[in-house]
Every structure is written in C-alpha cells, then in structure tokens.
C-alpha cells in the first residue's frame, strides 16, 4: 500500500472548523497525516470532524479535536500538551484562524475591532510558534505555514486592521524562516486571495469601506474554492516543500498583480 504525502507526521490546524481550516483537515488526513484540530466553535468542529471521520478510512484513529479560542492567554499551551498526548510529537504547525475587521478604514477603526483583529491574526499565531518552536529544535526539524492573505503586502484589498496584521503575520514567518533555518525549521506563508469561506467581516462595512471594497473587487478574476488553498498548504506542509523556506506564495488567480 501506497503511503501518503504526511504519512508520520503530526499536523496542528486551527481555524478547522469551517473554510479553509477544514479543506485542509481533509486533505491532510487523506495523506495520512495525525491533525489536531482546533477550532473556537465546538458544534462547528465536531460537524467537521465527524464528516472527515465518515470519508476518510482510519481517520477516527488520526484526528484529534480540541476546541478552544486562539486568543486565549493559555490556548497555545493546551493546543501543544494535546498533540503531545495525542501523537507523542509535532511536526507541523498551520496558523489558518483568521478574522476580518469589517474594511474599516484608518480614520475609523475602532479599538475593539483593531484589538480583535490583531489577537487572533497576530498573538494567536506567535503564541503557538513560540510553543511549537522549541519542540522543532529538539527534533531538528519542523514546519510552519500561515494562512496570511495579499494583503500582506497590499494596502489597499481589506481594512486597516487587517491588513495591518496580515502584514505582520507575514513578517513573523519570515523572521522566523531567517532565524531558525540552521536548525531545521521551514516557515512559509500562503498570500491567499478571494476565498470561499465564512470569514466573519468582525464590524459592519462602513461607508468608506465599502466603497474601497467595489474597487478591490472589480479587479478580481475570480473566488477560489477553500480546497484549491489547502492544496497548496498541503505541498507547504509535506517533503516535497523543502527547499522553500521564507516564501510567501500568493493563492489568488493574480488579484494581487492587477
């Protein structure tokens, strides 16, 4: 029998409720991959999981569901512990849950919307790279994706809050892929464009955003499937990825060319 891409590795997924986070849920257990899954949403997640578990033959024994939300100070900790006790090691950590910030522009974000965003986009994530990082070091290897977004490194697609922390999100990967590359440690980041999920917007769009939002839109070609994403963070994820290191590779039929 055949192996599959992740066949031994132990894979931490959150936001893998719904959207993205659940494409790759999928697509990870059908290569063999052992996946925490996390996501804030309890009923969410257990809708999710079960479904994998009805597909995928073996994958009850291999998928781990943890709820908790991200943005709590102790998450990273029991995210990590549950892996550990579920699998004995980590091979790769995918920060996916993300949030939007309503398109508010600068001259009105609110404190709310800017604290919200930044917690679940920007702490959330470093919190669990901290954690994940020093087991990687002690292996002598481990890999690191991001679902960030163009923009990332664009000013113009999303509001000031989220793209604000989009960008740092994508600098933490880099930072890391920079620093931790001597000891076996790869951090890549997906630039994901348009996607089919149920992304909450966090605040109604405003006036000013919604008419830079009509802007950004025309300029797009089209709305990717979640699946067509975590293909992608599936390659990010396996051995076939491991001369990228530091790479952001944008998922979004060219929207950020235009």
Not at 88 to 101: E, F, K, T, W
Not at 166 to 185: E, N, P, V
Not at 230 to 252: H, R, T
């Given at each position: 029998?055949?192996?599959?891409?992740?066949?031994?590795?132990?894979?931490?997924?959150?936001g893998?409720g719904s959207?993205?986070?659940?494409a790759?849920?999928?697509?990870f257990?059908a290569?063999?991959?052992?996946?925490?899954?996390?996501?804030?949403?309890?009923?969410?997640?257990?809708?999710?999981?079960?479904?994998?578990?009805?597909?995928v033959?073996?994958?009850?024994?291999?998928?781990?569901?943890?709820?908790?939300?991200?943005?709590?100070?102790d998450?990273?900790?029991?995210?990590?512990?549950?892996a550990?006790?579920a699998?004995?090691?980590?091979d790769?950590?995918?920060?996916?849950a993300g949030?939007?910030?309503?398109?508010q522009?600068?001259?009105?974000?609110?404190?709310?919307?800017?604290?919200?965003?930044?917690?679940?986009?920007?702490?959330?994530?470093?919190?669990?790279?901290r954690q994940?990082?020093?087991?990687?070091?002690?292996?002598?290897?481990?890999?690191?994706?991001?679902?960030?977004?163009?923009?990332?490194?664009r000013?113009?697609r999303?509001?000031?809050?989220?793209?604000?922390?989009?960008?740092?999100?994508t600098?933490?990967?880099?930072?890391?892929a920079?620093?931790y590359a001597?000891?076996?440690?790869?951090?890549?980041?997906?630039?994901?464009?348009w996607t089919?999920?149920?992304?909450?917007?966090?605040?109604?769009i405003?006036?000013?955003?919604?008419?830079?939002?009509k802007?950004?839109?025309?300029?797009?070609?089209?709305?990717?499937?979640?699946?067509?994403?975590?293909?992608?963070?599936?390659?990010?994820?396996?051995?076939?990825?491991?001369?990228?290191?530091g790479a952001?590779?944008?998922?979004?039929?060219?929207?950020?060319?235009?």
């Amino acid at each position: 029998m055949i192996e599959g891409r992740l066949a031994g590795k132990t894979l931490i997924v959150t936001g893998a409720g719904s959207g993205m986070g659940a494409a790759m849920l999928a697509r990870f257990v059908a290569e063999d991959g052992r996946v925490v899954a996390v996501s804030r949403t309890a009923e969410k997640l257990t809708r999710t999981v079960e479904h994998v578990c009805d597909t995928v033959d073996g994958a009850a024994e291999r998928v781990v569901a943890v709820a908790v939300d991200v943005t709590v100070d102790d998450a990273a900790r029991h995210i990590v512990e549950e892996a550990l006790a579920a699998f004995g090691r980590i091979d790769v950590l995918v920060n996916n849950a993300g949030i939007g910030d309503g398109f508010q522009m600068a001259g009105e974000v609110t404190d709310e919307i800017w604290r919200q965003t930044m917690a679940v986009n920007v702490d959330a994530p470093m919190r669990l790279c901290r954690q994940v990082i020093p087991h990687f070091v002690e292996q002598g290897e481990g890999v690191l994706v991001a679902t960030s977004s163009i923009a990332g490194d664009r000013g113009g697609r999303s509001g000031a809050a989220y793209t604000a922390s989009k960008h740092a999100l994508t600098g933490l990967m880099r930072s890391i892929a920079a620093t931790y590359a001597d000891q076996g440690i790869r951090a890549n980041t997906i630039a994901a464009g348009w996607t089919a999920t149920d992304l909450g917007p966090g605040a109604p769009i405003s006036r000013g955003g919604y008419r830079q939002w009509k802007e950004v839109a025309a300029l797009n070609r089209r709305i990717a499937d979640a699946d067509e994403v975590a293909q992608l963070a599936l390659f990010l994820a396996s051995d076939e990825s491991s001369m990228l290191n530091g790479a952001v590779i944008a998922a979004d039929a060219g929207w950020s060319v235009r």
